[in-house]
């Protein structure tokens, strides 16, 4: 069974930045697409970034040229690189790796951009 651990949210001021760190165990990670999503205060959990098996990313529009999603196949682990950020990356994020039918979530962890 896959199991993904968020790590590295908290309170930042705007314009800072942040790295999220995902661990994953349970899988065999390089075959897996894996993506970070995020949830705002009553808002819909969107798609902020995406790194295919072979490392093709894709962003969100809101996102690109401030954040960057890398992976360690090594260290079975995605991050999120997230730069000149702004109160409204205010949300829960988190980790999801798929593969055909595999899916798993981690269980986020909170990103404050606030003065």
């Known amino acids: 069974q896959g199991r993904l651990v968020e790590s590295g949210g908290g309170l930042v001021q705007p314009g800072g930045s942040l790295r999220l760190s995902c661990a994953a165990s349970?899988?065999?990670?390089?075959?897996?697409?894996m993506g970070w999503y995020r949830q705002g205060p009553g808002k819909q959990r969107e798609l902020v970034a995406g790194?295919?098996?072979?490392?093709?990313?894709n962003y969100a529009d809101s996102v690109k040229g401030r954040f960057t999603i890398s992976r360690d196949n090594a260290k079975n682990t995605v991050y999120l690189q997230m730069n000149s950020l702004k109160p409204k990356d205010t949300a829960v994020y988190y980790c999801?790796?798929?593969?055909?039918?595999?899916?798993?979530w981690g269980q986020g962890t909170q990103v404050t951009v606030s003065s």
């Open positions: 790194i295919s098996s072979g490392g093709i990313t």
């Open positions: 999801n790796a798929k593969l055909s039918i595999y899916e798993y």
């Open positions: 349970g899988m065999v990670f390089s075959l897996y697409n």
